[in-house]
T-cell receptor, first 112, second 108 residues
Framework: DTGVSQDPRHKITKRGQNVTFRCDPI?????LYWYRQTLGQGPEFLTY????????KSRLLSDRFSAERPKGSFSTLEIQRTEQGDSAMYLC??????????FGSGTRLTVV | ELKVEQNPLFLSMQEGKNYTIYCNYS?????LYWYRQDPGKSLESLFV?????AVKQEGRLMASLDTKARLSTLHITAAVHDLSATYFC????????FGAGTRLTVKP
């Protein structure tokens, strides 16, 4: 296990379509986080899981966004009815405790 | 709401010079994190500062934390081109509130 994997690396979609991203964390990590980063800004917290439980969601996460971590391993982030404002880099991170975050390479979403 | 402010946001410096990046945050936090991000890449963890007065050094970078002043600094010594990147600080161990980043360019 070499790190946090995210798939796809890039996604171009038409406005109104649904998209789903996947994150595979480091296997022994029990916490998994999703962030969104727009150009020139720092990452913004979206949500985090401890094992399979989603413990917190940011108010940035509108009703069109949903995240799951069904068996406490990989996670998916789905965006329904995409809008141009959803264009961003979506970053996943995992950790065993609150110190040692490891970020994935991200999924860059472009909504046209 | 917790706010994290970095300054400067843009920094252009010559090789061999020293400089300091500042990170202020608005509410109590006993932990502070520094990350590096290269263009188009993900974030790389640099330092985790766990207590007041903590100081950590790695190569030409040194980070410190003053929890009373709610201030962390990232000091660059004798900058080299390879340090060109965006540097982020973050607080709040659960959710990680990030600053806007300092875009550092080191010129020969």
């Amino acid at each position: 296990d070499t790190g946090v994997s995210q798939d796809p690396r890039h996604k171009i979609t038409k406005r109104g379509q649904n998209v789903t991203f996947r994150c595979d964390p480091i296997s022994e990590h029990n916490r998994l986080y999703w962030y969104r980063q727009t150009l020139g800004q720092g990452p913004e917290f979206l949500t985090y899981f401890q094992n399979e439980a989603q413990l917190e969601k940011s108010r940035l996460l509108s009703d069109r966004f949903s995240a799951e971590r069904p068996k406490g391993s990989f996670s998916t982030l789905e965006i329904q009815r995409t809008e141009q404002g959803d264009s961003a880099m979506y970053l996943c991170a995992s950790s065993l405790d609150y110190y040692g975050y490891t970020f994935g390479s991200g999924t860059r979403l472009t909504v046209v | 709401e917790l706010k994290v402010e970095q300054n400067p946001l843009f920094l252009s410096m010559q090789e061999g010079k020293n400089y300091t990046i500042y990170c202020n945050y608005s509410t109590t936090s006993d932990r502070l994190y520094w990350y590096r991000q290269d263009p188009g890449k993900s974030l790389e963890s640099l330092f985790v500062l766990l207590s007041n007065g903590a100081v950590k050094q790695e190569g030409r970078l040194m980070a410190s934390l003053d929890t009373k002043a709610r201030l962390s600094t990232l000091h660059i010594t004798a900058a080299v081109h390879d340090l060109s990147a965006t540097y982020f600080c973050a607080v709040d161990p659960k959710r990680k509130r990030f600053g806007a980043g300092t875009r550092l360019t080191v010129k020969p």
